[in-house]
């Protein structure tokens, strides 16, 4: 990502995606390349082989880490179990921004591991916007949310996607204005 405003005008360079037929070759040969960016459940771990390796890997590349497991679309409630493991590795890896899909994936503590379309509704942008800044509030890091590449369409939907990614942003900066008395 170049220097730019949202990043406080610093320049991390490229990112190339960590991958396990390729993590040995990552230290030797940096090529250039600043920025490593991965998924985070390989390194959620208490020790061993990943935290080993994504330490080798530290000492030559700035880590971001992107998720596919935050599930901003659903209905529940962050799971603080798996955000306190989070903000562990987030700590650990100095990560100046993390990224996850705007999707849903778990109902009632159960997680599909599937990036699943959303209805684009208003009362699932209010939602969003809300579960976005409790995650963001808790882990202290920006987050970069990206959508989702879909197959099919919720037939509930109230809008667009472009329209319902402008409605959640639009929610999120009224929740963050001060207010006026």
Request: hydrophobic fraction near 35%; glycine fraction near 6%.
């Given at each position: 990502?170049?220097?730019?405003?949202?990043?406080?005008?610093?320049?991390?360079?490229?990112?190339?995606g960590?991958?396990?037929?390729?993590?040995?070759?990552?230290?030797?040969?940096?090529?250039?390349?600043?920025?490593?960016?991965?998924?985070?459940?390989?390194?959620?771990?208490?020790?061993?082989?990943?935290?080993?390796?994504?330490?080798?890997?530290?000492?030559?590349?700035?880590?971001?880490?992107?998720?596919?497991?935050?599930?901003?679309?659903?209905?529940?409630?962050?799971?603080?179990?798996?955000?306190?493991?989070?903000?562990?590795?987030?700590?650990?890896?100095?990560?100046?921004?993390?990224?996850?899909?705007?999707?849903?994936?778990?109902?009632?503590?159960?997680?599909?591991h599937?990036?699943?379309?959303?209805?684009?509704?208003?009362?699932?942008?209010?939602?969003?916007?809300e579960?976005?800044?409790?995650?963001?509030?808790?882990?202290?890091?920006?987050?970069?949310?990206?959508?989702?590449?879909?197959?099919?369409?919720?037939?509930?939907?109230?809008?667009?996607?472009?329209?319902?990614?402008?409605?959640?942003?639009?929610?999120?900066?009224?929740?963050?204005?001060?207010?006026?008395?």
């Amino acid at each position: 990502m170049p220097a730019n405003a949202f990043n406080g005008q610093t320049d991390y360079g490229i990112g190339i995606g960590l991958r396990v037929p390729t993590l040995p070759a990552h230290p030797r040969e940096k090529a250039g390349r600043r920025l490593v960016r991965d998924h985070l459940g390989k390194f959620m771990v208490d020790g061993g082989r990943p935290l080993e390796v994504l330490d080798r890997i530290m000492e030559q590349y700035r880590v971001v880490q992107h998720g596919v497991s935050m599930y901003f679309g659903s209905a529940d409630k962050p799971d603080r179990a798996h955000l306190k493991k989070l903000k562990a590795l987030v700590k650990r890896t100095e990560t100046p921004w993390l990224s996850d899909h705007l999707c849903w994936g778990s109902v009632d503590g159960t997680f599909t591991h599937d990036l699943l379309p959303m209805p684009y509704t208003f009362a699932s942008a209010r939602r969003t916007a809300e579960k976005i800044r409790q995650i963001r509030d808790y882990l202290e890091v920006p987050l970069c949310v990206e959508n989702v590449s879909s197959y099919a369409e919720v037939s509930r939907s109230e809008m667009t996607e472009w329209e319902f990614l402008t409605e959640v942003v639009r929610t999120r900066r009224l929740r963050n204005s001060p207010r006026r008395e």
